[in-house]
């Protein structure tokens, strides 16, 4: 009979935790679902990492993977020049030659330059994030220190976002020095600027106004939203790894989602960020909606 009485309970249990569900969990199981179907489709690996900024809500799939950043890095390598520009080190309109030895290939524009550079660390950081210049971005490294980049990362909470090469540095890669983060890192480092959290509210805004300055063709999370909607972003890329770290400004349900690929080959789907990146709008436009899922613009 205590059997008997025991398994009655145990049913009434699991059929009221059930009953219990929102439908908001019901949407968000379904978002996971459709989101695991997307990556599953690509040969690839994919991680993925979403950060509603309102109510603090996530979604991830292998978010604490790690991922090589390319060119993403760039972001943590701005913070560092911020955070030593703010201790009073040196100033950001200082003015600065580019050396040769920091003048290598890939994107960017300095590397071009027939004459003399001698630029402020401010046009150094712009150049870095806008034209994801690599000389500008190897300059900097060696003005704030490689070490200061993962040691500010690592106080901030972020242990898995390390600096271990300048840009372009095939022996190292072949060492396996890459430059990494997390989906999960990556996309708290993105709440933490855009709460104004990082040093302080002037410092954060001026950061995320640079990345929102960015070439929106050069974002594949935005082929994703309407062309109405603004986005902060920094993309990455190189031999088998894309990167993308991004805030998505919805009105009034604005979210950090970031996205990494590595391993991928000629089978990858072009559009997988993109369709990744609409998939989650989706989403979160679902939840500006009230209670009872009716949506009133605002």
Known sequence: MKKILFLISFCII????????????????????D????INSSPSLTGLMAIDLTSGETIGINSDLIF?????IKIPILMEVYKQAHEKKFALTDIKPLQQINTVAGSGILNAMTDPVNLSIR???????GLSDNSATNMLIELVGMKN?????????????????????????????ENIS????????????????????ATSNEIVSMLQKNPIENSKIATGVPGNVKIAFKTGGMGGVSTEWAIVYLKNRPYAITV??????SATPSTLISSI??????YYSMMKATKYGVLLEN
């Open 14 to 33: 699991q059929i009221t935790a059930f009953a219990q569900i929102t439908a908001r969990e019901i949407l968000k199981q379904k978002t996971e679902a």
């Open 35 to 38: 989101l695991k179907g997307i």
């Open 68 to 72: 090589t950043q390319a060119s993403a």
């Open 123 to 129: 046009n150094y950081c712009m150049l870095m994030i």
């Open 149 to 177: 980049v993962t040691n500010t990362m690592l106080s901030l909470g972020f242990s898995n976002t390390k600096l271990q090469r300048k840009m372009i540095d095939q022996p190292a890669s072949l060492r396996n020095e």
């Open 182 to 201: 997390t989906p999960a890192d990556a996309a708290k480092i993105l709440k933490l600027l855009f709460d104004g959290k990082f040093i302080d509210a």
């Open 260 to 265: 990494m690929e590595n391993y991928k080959t």
């Open 277 to 282: 990146s609409k998939r989650i709008f989706d």
